[in-house]
């Protein structure tokens, strides 16, 4: 088994799947300066990750405001605060302008269908992908966590709600709520592909399928979604976490499915039961 949790990698040079040359990375998502493939891709991810950054800082002074508010008391300090969002502002607005100089598509590239190619299915051997594991492992320690602190003070959070004051707390209770909501939110599709993972292993297909999005998913790995076509030559769609973190817009990735029902899917990436064995 091999633990690479915790090593750093350097980033691999990425080329673009259309012309070949070498990507720029804008944030971390690559753009072909060439013939402008995912330039827009990269430019929504842009807009993406500045507002999920920006998030906190508005809930963060929201929070403040609640302690703040009320009769004769002036909200204007709170805007100091704020400056998080200014210095965002500019960083990320940095990296737009560049993809921005870059230009538009020359020519739009259509997606590409999946060749109707499929490879052998490669042998699999029951191993549980350690990344997965630690990203369920630290999700549940989050919940846990910061729902004992909530949990232990919730009286004395909510009569503070109530009188309009802050009380720092309120921030674990929040953050637990929302974690929770996640857990839960996301349980169903996790169980799910260990179903989907061992009936896969037992009697799968493998065919070529193109990635038709990628974002952003944590540390561990980048979810992405995917085409290929299923031995009717239908085209299925997939979703999926790239582990690999290599994967972008456009470029091939091997799919197993169940060919009695190709919408059980899952990307080679992607696995979190079994590894191939090569
Ligand atoms: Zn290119």
Known sequence: MRLELFKQQKAKDIFCPHCGTKAQLFLYKPACPNCHWNVRAAKTNVLKQFRNSMIPFILFVVLLS???F???KSLFPLLGWLWPVGFGGFWFGYEYFKLSRI???KIVAPLEPPPAIFPQMPPLARSYNLSFLLLL???LV???ITGWIAY???GRILDA???RRFDPDLTFLIFHLLGLFHLVTTAPAKLRAFVVESRIATFGQAAVGTVISESYGSQMGNEIEYEFRDASGGTQRGKGMDFSKQLYEDMRLMVLFNPADPRENVPVCGLVTHRVVT
């Open 161 to 163: 709600v109530r009188t």
């Open 137 to 139: 492992f630290l999700e």
């Open 103 to 105: 230009g538009q598509a």
């Open 152 to 154: 232990s003070n919730l």
């Open 70 to 72: 009320g009769p004769g």
């Open 142 to 144: 989050f919940v846990v």
């Open 66 to 68: 609640l302690g703040t």
